[in-house]
């Protein structure tokens, strides 16, 4: 579900508690400059890599860029803050499908502060200048999420990574939200970890500010442009990326057993009550009555894999 900008960050973030942490013009233009610096040390060093991995075979770029991502973390001025059950997300060799709340364009890196992971993103990612580039270069596997039949062929390749004892995330939401609340998710991807046998590591992600409370500062909603964004975040003091991991959840223990919408379902549910918790009163943040944020009912949906399957099919009636 987008979310307006007109309620969210524009009023949210910018009246609530996150307005009154911010620092100044000179912090912010240094910050930005440090950015900029690992940002194209960063593209330097995953090219090379790359040109080295084509010839030796080896994987040198996808150990690196969880490194720059670490290092744009860190010159951001934001620090990864990982509490729950677990500091990582797996021990080595452990395969797990990690899936989460949506909230910035930093969440990758966040998870890559905790542990390296390869993501699953939508395929335009892998088409954007630059940051396409690094996507591919980090492993990523890009889903076509209006092709039925590649979408299948993207969960046979997550199930067979799975198997091969990779940690692979995911936002099943598709779309980002502030970080007080949490969208609907689909459930197509959950059929990866079913069919890998491998089980689902749930986490919550809120940013936090100085005074340890949610700020919407981080998040990166609706139609807002990026480099707004950006300054937005480079502007915060002390803020901080809270990612909680949670119980993990077997596919064996939903009911139905292996059902990929049970396992959708008993995931949000445990990072809804975690962020329900994090946030605690609601009215207590004095948001706008606009903003869309708060705790979202799921409401029952078809699987949207079924749809599509259902609109080629239409789509070839109709040609013939």
Not at 83 to 103: D, K
Not at 153 to 159: D, K, M, N, Q, S
């Amino acid at each position: 579900m987008a979310i307006s900008v007109q309620s969210c960050p524009h009023l949210c973030a910018r009246q609530g508690v996150a307005h009154r942490h911010e620092v100044g013009p000179v912090a912010v233009a240094m910050r930005m400059l440090a950015v900029l610096r690992v940002v194209i040390a960063g593209l330097i060093g995953t090219a090379w890599r790359r040109q080295v991995d084509r010839f030796t075979g080896t994987s040198m770029a996808r150990r690196y860029v969880p490194k720059v991502y670490r290092r744009v973390i860190a010159a951001s001025g934001i620090t990864v803050e990982v509490t729950g059950l677990r500091e990582t997300f797996a021990n080595p060799g452990e395969p797990v499908l990690v899936v989460g709340n949506h909230v910035s364009w930093l969440d990758v890196m966040g998870l890559a502060c905790v542990q390296p992971v390869r993501m699953v993103s939508k395929r335009e990612i892998g088409e954007w200048p630059v940051i396409g580039t690094v996507a591919t270069a980090a492993g990523t596997i890009f889903i076509d999420r209006f092709a039925p039949r590649r979408v299948a062929a993207t969960h046979r390749e997550v199930a067979s990574a799975l198997r091969a004892g990779e940690v692979i995330a995911t936002f099943p939401e598709a779309t980002t939200t502030c970080g007080r609340g949490i969208g609907r998710m689909y459930p197509a991807m959950f059929q990866a970890a079913i069919d890998a046998g491998v089980p689902v590591q749930p986490v919550a992600l809120t940013f936090v500010d100085s005074h340890g409370c949610i700020t919407t500062a981080g998040a990166y909603v609706g139609e807002q442009p990026l480099m707004d964004s950006i300054r937005s975040i480079l502007g915060q003091r002390d803020l901080r990326l809270r990612i909680e991991v949670l119980p993990r959840i077997s596919p064996k223990h939903v009911r139905p057993i292996d059902d990929r919408k049970a396992l959708r379902t008993a995931a949000h549910s445990a990072i809804s009550e975690a962020l329900e918790l994090a946030v605690g009163d609601y009215d207590a943040h004095l948001r706008p009555a606009t903003c869309q944020a708060r705790p979202l009912a799921i409401p029952v949906v078809a699987d949207p894999l079924t749809e599509l399957e259902a609109i080629a099919a239409k789509a070839r009636r109709t040609a013939a």
